[in-house]
């Protein structure tokens, strides 16, 4: 498991210094924050000063290089809008953002599973068709206007909830009711589906003939068995919200990584953008490695070492030289218990 | 063996849920430091103020108070200038400065306001003046209101005595005052190397608290050197979309929304005013078409402004024929409008071809995404109309940093056809020297080209003082519709702010930059 896991870091890093190295470059193609932050009249020589003062007047290697050290001085740069530093910006940003993208993913995935496993249970059923009409919806409808239609309904008609912001409990209910809807969706259809082919597996049929209950035939047998799938589009959809949901932060004032970024971008605050970047490239990439891992242990048949070593090993009993690995007989026996239980449990 | 596997799949899903419930519960259903609670849709608003802005401040630096967005908070509410401009009447009045004169209009002398306290309690004298000035014009700090008001010339400063500053300028300027109206007064041991993101001033409120990314808290200053105001605390918070802005008033979460329009379904909450903006299509002489003044002037009457500002802009903003609105030094009430003849229009293209112009080269038309309400219809409207009097338009809709680019010189070489750029001018100083030095001399930074003889009248205007300078002005702007037509004028707009049925305030034209909280009343 852990050259497995050292594997993936290493294939994962190297898209981390190649989106900085984009970012950085990219950000510099896009014109002179200059004029953004100068008045329109203002003259050459403050044209230059202010080149001179935020480090614009280098080259661009010499401006990637001292980014780099910066990198590992942990310094990140002074935004050019603020004054603030970058670092402190991206950092008090992030964690509203993780704390939306967590509530509404816990609350997509259960009720997802939910709905899924019920709609599973008579495919084709009045249910199944009504949550299938349910789950495509939700899954289709844009989140700008869902949310604009959720202030409308909610906080000017009915008056429960607060238009927008982040005071009080009561303001995180349309922000959370928006953003669910999508993973939501998506998630049952995906449930749906696995639960449906894991019911018509035969250990689900031994099951029930040893006169297990429904609960338990569900719950235990087959929702386990889908759960692989699930993990997997449940973790892209977890990406996606992690790196800012830029649309509700932005309509419901909430002080995400997401519209920091959009805000940074429209006025190229490049030190912001960049660490704004790198936090949730980073994010992402120990989000995946977690993805990973988990459907490594879910589903044991993806899970390489297993197999190499299997292979191995076989290759070993055949050859003259002894794969030395004292874990091997024991990983692989593991790993076998694992196949066998999802098989026959 | 088989407990074990059982173990180890459970694992991720309980490590899953685990850091998703861990964070959530982490949070404690609170985003980062928000502290207060939702008062459910009071519209009462008891002795706070409650005003919802279009973007949180990049900072409240006085020294960039020039900036809509930093001026919006600070101007006369948490710092003040020596010097006031009254927006309604254009007269310049006293603030910290009781009275300014000048034997010469190079060296003005300025006598301070006595018994004024800055919010930390220290005592306002003639040094924090000269060390406002000095800190925002002379200083390497690169304050955004030196480049706009002031640009590279230093002024000479001096003390006097405790309450008297002596300013003198590079040369003769009569509109010193005026620039000097533009600087927010700020203590003299303010930093001169670094700019400071929340400034002590002293102004009728004081700065409590800046949650970045939530709101802006301050309170009415105990010792404030005028009358208190009414509301004893004041927040601002700030969101992007219009329409949720709106929605805070109708819903009482919000007392003032600034940058709305009637789109955002404000209702009767909303409160229009003249803004000092002016939407104009610059045109650029260097190529063809444009190179020809009869197709310039073919521009001008292939547009029907009145149908514009009618369907468009629900008939508050009212036709332009200048780049500057009524109430702005120089804005000559008798010039008219290009009036709207497409016939005319035709007529002239169908000239410049017979005289060998190149009339089917293509312009390309310059606009900035969601710069005003309705800038896309506008845009479109405008395309069609040229089109119809047989030019060939591209509408290129870019998003502001692309924009500047042919906003501001040096403007791009590489264009193949001509370039026409929408522009939405705001001159919020009140004199019109400050359009015209930028946009209508040969070199102006905002300038397409000038001819010798229009930069002389400008020379001469910039020079004038009084009735003279009215005159002179007036004259530029006549020159320009006459002889130079670098300029289509559209429309002098309106802004609109929506006001709760618990607060009274009466905007004005410069309530976009300067809103202050003082003047704000509980409703009777």
Redesign the interface.
Known sequence: MLTYLRKRIIASALPLVVVIIGVFALARMTGNPAALYLPLNATDTMREEFAARNGLDQPILVQMAQYFGGIFRLDFGTSMRTGEDAATMALRAFPATLQLAATTMIIAILLAVVVGSVAAMKPNGIWDRCSSFISMTAASIPDFWLAIVGIWVFAITLGWVPTSGVVGAAAWFLPVATLVMRPFGTLVQVIRGAMVSALSEPYIKLARSKGATEYRVIGQHALRNAAAPGLTVAGDLTVGLVNGAVVVETIFGWPGIGKLMIDSIMQRDFAVLQACVLLTAVAIFILNILIDLGYALLDPRVRPSAGARKRRKARAAQGPTQGSDPRTPQLVGASMATTESIRGN | ??N???R??R???A???S???G??A??G????N?????S??SSAASDTLRVVLQQEP??L?ACES?LTSTGVVIRSTITEPLIERNPTSGELEPKLATEWSSKDDQTWTLKLREGVKFHDGSDFTAADAVATIDRAVNS?L?C?V???VF??DDLKLKEVDDYTVEVTAAKKDPILPLRLSFLEVVPEETSTT??V?EPIGTGPYQLDEWQ???SINASAFADYWGDAPEFKKATY?????G??RA??I??G?ADIATGLSPEDNIGDFGVSYPNNETVALRMHADTAPFDDIRIRRAVNYAIDKESIVASLYGGRDTVAAQLVPAGVVGHSDDLPAWEYDPQKAKDLVAEAKAAGTDVSAPINFVVRTAQFPKIQELAQVIQEQLTQAGLTVNLKML????H??Y??RPFPTNEDGAIMLMTQHGNQAGDAAFTV??YMTSK???SAFGTPELDKLIEEADAATGDDRQAAFEKVFKYQNDEVVQFAHIAHQTGMLGISKAVSYEPNSSSGDELRLADVTVAK
């Open positions: 063996m088989h074990r596997t059982t180890s799949r694992l991720p899903l490590l899953a849920a850091a998703l419930l964070t959530t982490l949070s259903c609170s985003v980062a928000s502290q207060e609670s939702f459910g849709g990049p900072t630096e020039n390497k690169g955004n030196e480049g706009y640009g590279d670094e700019k993101r970045a990314g939530q918070q700030w969101r992007s979309e329409s949720v929605a805070m109708t819903s979460e998003e502001t940093s692309q500047l680019t906003q501001v030095d930028q102006g930074a905002q």
